[in-house]
């Protein structure tokens, strides 16, 4: 609670200063600290924690075996920026996947959830499971790879084998430029998640009179209706979309390793997710690890400002 | 022009005809590119092995059969640790992370929500801008934690920090802030019912699409975790894992793992069908003011 809106809540009572009432408020509700405390605090131990905790063991040579670690500064960082080749080449990968997943999966979501809008309940019930089933199916993806498989069993190769396109089957997941296009198509399929719900919802959320009033008004077609009604009347779901879309977008890792391999090859997919497995998982280098987090988490919240702004602007 | 009749009201919106087959087309293709490989994972686990292996492969399977399913079982029974023991693993680990989490998010988003407490909108602040990160970004500290508090190799390291995913406090909170009307808590304190009673007696009944929906995310996350680095003893092991090891045999066992794949979407899928007029209705307050 800012102080401007505790001066309005204290206006009666001019009798005691605003600290004295932020006192008397926080004894007042003793229970309701109770209640948010465990939760809380283990927020706090795992969400806000690690973060503190990557910035400042960012700031040394941390490995897990010399202690106590020396404190480097920022030469982690000058290293990451100016020595090495391939976070920069992960940086070029990362961007490319989030630029295209996200964005085309958050306009994806919304297009279809706006197409279904007006099919019967049960129709709508059903699409919804179709375009949302990847995204929930745990490690369903794998299939891709056999849909793409190397030799000339798999489907891919077999048909354009059949046509005559090819006369040799294509390693696809182990050739520098088949490999992004194809993780990004994968991350794509399976992309339809919280955001696409949130849309769903909020379409139905709108108050049907808020149309005939448009019709009234002189909207003319749907065209209309969507940019002067639908888009204004569903901002705050617009902007919890985004927001899972963009986090997501940038969590892709996980599906590359598991139809490229580690790394991918020539570093073709290599994002800076997988830099970071890299360094924490196989060299412990916990302090360049810290950095490359730091650099990551800077990334995902500067995307989400952004974007956040931007779609502020919607309809006003 | 085609018009088109909203359901309740009289009141005729204009529909193109070219719009509407637009739309539809557009649609149809969408739906083929997100269905047809589900339809071919499921296709594969029918596949007898000569038609796995068959050139030229057909996408459809011609003679299906379920013994995929059969060797997949077989080869459950011949793991070295007993199989059920993976089962008990992840409905044990499922069940204590779904219910921790329910029980401490609403409780917390209750009070958020509901109790207007200083200090209580910089907590939701904060917790809305996590997630803006994806956890990847906290897994190396994460890890360092986990082992300074002893929890590496226990089912605590994944069920304690299942126990406060951010998703669930949002989605509930912002539930509760257009379902759960003040009067009514209002009255029941006015009747002497403190805040935890009131929370527990009048809010909770109040929200139950959103219980659904936290318990089916969480529950989602659990099932799907696969090979943790957080546990490394056999016995402690998740399901998921277990066929992924099992499946990872190479051309052999090539049916038993299309049949793995599908056994492990179907659980998910069927909880999302049972449950998805829940979700949605809970989704219907998801959204973020700015």
Not at chain 2, 203 to 210: D, N
Request: charged share 15%; net charge positive.
């Amino acid at each position: 609670m800012s102080p401007k809106s505790a001066e309005l809540k204290a206006v009666s009572r001019t009798d005691i200063t605003y600290r004295q009432w932020l006192w008397k408020e926080i004894k007042k509700n003793k229970i309701a600290y109770a209640m948010v405390a465990p939760y809380m605090i283990l927020f706090s131990i795992f969400t806000i924690l690690p973060v503190v905790l990557s910035v400042v063991i960012s700031f040394t040579d941390f490995n897990m075996l010399q202690l106590p670690p020396n404190i480097v500064w920022l030469d982690n960082y000058i290293t990451l920026f100016f020595d090495d080749d391939i976070f920069l080449l992960a940086c070029k990968n990362t961007l490319i996947f989030a630029a295209i997943v996200g964005p085309v999966s958050y306009l994806m979501s919304f297009l279809v959830a706006w197409f279904i809008n007006e099919l019967s309940p049960r129709i709508r019930a059903l699409v919804t499971l179709i375009f949302y089933a990847p995204s929930i199916s745990g490690q369903i993806y794998l299939i891709w790879g056999t849909f793409f498989s190397s030799d000339s069993y798999g489907w891919a190769n077999a048909t354009l084998m059949e046509i005559g396109a090819i006369t040799e089957p294509i390693n696809w997941f182990k050739k520098e430029e088949y490999v992004m296009p194809l993780c990004i198509i994968v991350a794509l399929w399976s992309s339809l998640g919280t955001s696409f719900l949130s849309f769903i919802a909020g379409l139905q959320g709108i108050d049907r009179s808020l149309y005939e009033a448009g019709a009234v008004d002189g909207v003319k077609n749907r065209w209309q209706e969507l940019w002067y009604i639908t888009l204004p009347s569903m901002r705050p779901q617009l902007m919890f979309g985004a927001i899972m879309a963009i986090t997501s977008s940038f969590g892709f890792g996980g599906v590359v390793t598991a139809l490229c391999g580690f790394p991918s090859v020539n570093y073709a997919a290599h994002t800076i997710m997988h830099h970071l497995d890299d360094y924490a998982g196989q060299r412990y280098e916990m302090g360049y690890a810290s950095a490359i987090a730091v650099v990551l988490f800077a990334i995902m919240i500067g995307a989400n400002m952004l974007v956040k702004k931007a779609l502020s602007k919607v309809g006003s | 022009m085609a018009k088109l009749r909203t359901r309740k009201h009289k009141v005729v919106l204009s529909r193109s005809a070219g719009g509407d087959a637009g739309i539809t087309f557009l649609l149809v293709i969408l739906g083929v590119f997100m269905f047809l490989p589900m339809l071919y994972a499921i296709m594969q686990a029918l596949k007898p092995l000569d038609e796995l292996w068959m050139y030229p492969p057909r996408f459809y399977v011609m003679k299906p059969t379920l013994n995929n399913f059969r060797d997949l079982f077989i080869l459950m029974n011949t793991s070295w640790v007993p199989f059920s023991r993976y089962i008990f693993n992840t409905v044990l680990i499922s069940v204590m992370g779904t219910f921790g989490h329910l029980f401490l998010a609403s409780l917390c988003a209750y009070a958020i929500a509901k109790v207007r407490f200083p200090g209580a909108k910089v907590m939701f602040k904060t917790v809305e801008t996590s997630l803006m990160f994806h956890a990847t970004v906290t897994a190396v500290c994460s890890f360092m934690i986990m082992s300074a508090f002893k929890m590496i190799d226990s089912i605590w390291a994944i069920v304690v920090p299942a126990w406060c995913s951010t998703l669930g406090l949002y989605l509930m909170k912002q539930f509760m802030d257009t379902n759960v009307p003040d009067t009514v808590l209002e009255s029941s304190r006015l009747d002497g019912a403190g805040e935890l009673r009131t929370f527990w007696i009048i809010a909770m009944p109040m929200v139950k699409p959103a219980w659904l929906t936290l318990i089916i995310y969480c529950f989602q996350g659990l099932w799907n975790a696969g090979a943790s680095i957080y546990i490394y003893s056999e016995q402690w092991k998740s399901l998921n894992y277990a066929i992924t090891q099992i499946t990872a045999g190479g051309i052999k066992r090539a049916g038993a793992s299309a049949a793995s794949l599908v056994l492990m979407m179907a659980v998910p899928i069927i909880v999302f069908v049972v449950s998805q007029s829940n979700i949605i209705e809970t989704m219907g307050s998801s959204g973020m003011k700015d």
